[in-house]
């Protein structure tokens, strides 16, 4: 087969996950409703950490931050999902393709690189109750943010410039639901030699050292927790953890699942079920996990309903 240069491609066509046409409105009610689920969550999280003064805290900071970029993972895929299937058209143009795989790759570092500055935190507040307040002050917040932005942007960056090297063949199909980076490389005609070993180091490097530094953040906390001696102060420390632990399982657990499909041989349809763990469960639960054994934010959430209920009865 021929190969043909990438400039003149101009669109692909993301199967899905089904072609039959009956499953079709089952598919768009189920991710409408998650892609709704996730909107409404994590936006009630933004507002309830943003419209409290309590909570203006390092913590719910970086909560708020990872709830924004939970939205924004989510409308990277599911949109486009939803408007192939009421349009019953499977065209993505390949600008939007690298554009859509280059934000999807953005934001999914930024989620790791969140969990991670996450868990420094609560090894801070656990470890270093007396100077949490000066360690965490706002300027090394702003700080953490930003490397995190920087380092994902230029991880995607760097993935999307070498997929645009790349020629493909006249068989234009990505078996997923959206522009999924490995799936791209296994349609490209011409040589993926640098594409494949940029992923490794990239899986390397951005996926092993946030996960390391996770990991040795909570032998740290779980260390001190350990030396406590009051019962209930333990309970209180370990409480604080719990949300982001499942947070962090639940993140890489889906990665984990995502990668194994993909590794083995003619999976491409389990691996565009994995691939909706980690882009539609994961921050549709987040929330949830969040909240739900969260007495500041269900007091936030209570309170901003309150005060919005009471600007209506005075308009």
């Known amino acids: 087969m021929e190969p043909e240069n990438y400039s003149q491609i101009t669109e692909f066509l993301l199967m899905g996950f089904s072609e039959e046409p009956e499953l079709q409105p089952f598919i768009f009610g189920l991710f409408f409703f998650m892609y709704l689920i996730t909107m409404v969550g994590n936006l009630l999280i933004i507002l309830a950490v943003s419209s409290d003064s309590h909570l203006h805290t390092p913590m719910y900071f970086f909560l708020s931050k990872m709830s924004f970029v939970d939205i924004c993972l989510t409308s990277t895929t599911i949109p486009k999902m939803l408007v192939n299937i009421q349009t019953q058209s499977q065209v993505i143009t390949y600008k939007g393709c690298i554009t859509q795989l280059y934000f999807f790759l953005l934001f999914a570092g930024l989620d790791d690189a969140l969990l991670t500055v996450m868990a420094y935190d609560r090894f801070v507040a656990i470890c270093h109750p007396l100077h949490y307040t000066v360690i965490m002050n706002p300027r090394l917040c702003g700080l953490l943010l930003l490397v995190s932005w920087i380092m994902s942007a230029l991880y995607s960056l760097l993935q999307s410039l070498t997929v645009l090297r790349l020629s493909f063949c ?24 640098l594409n494949n070993i940029i992923i490794y180091f990239a899986a390397g490097t951005l996926a092993g050292i946030p996960l390391t530094g996770i990991l040795y953040s909570y032998c740290k906390i779980v260390s ?3 030396g406590m001696s009051s019962t209930h102060g333990k309970y209180k420390a370990f409480s604080t953890c719990v949300s982001h632990l499942c947070a962090v399982s639940l993140f890489y657990c889906t990665s984990l699942g995502v990668y194994l499909s993909s590794a083995s041989p003619h999976s491409t349809h389990s691996s565009a079920i994995a691939s909706v763990m980690y882009t539609v469960v994961t921050p549709m639960l987040n929330p949830f996990i969040y909240s ?9 959430l209570k309170r901003f309903c309150e005060m919005t209920a009471y600007n209506k009865q005075l308009f």
């Open 292 to 300: 739900l054994r969260n007495k500041d934010i269900k007091g936030a």
């Open 224 to 226: 001190c927790i350990r």
């Open 170 to 193: 006249t068989v234009l199909k990505i078996p997923h639901f959206f522009c999924e980076l490995n799936q791209m490389i296994q349609l490209a005609c011409s040589d993926t030699f």
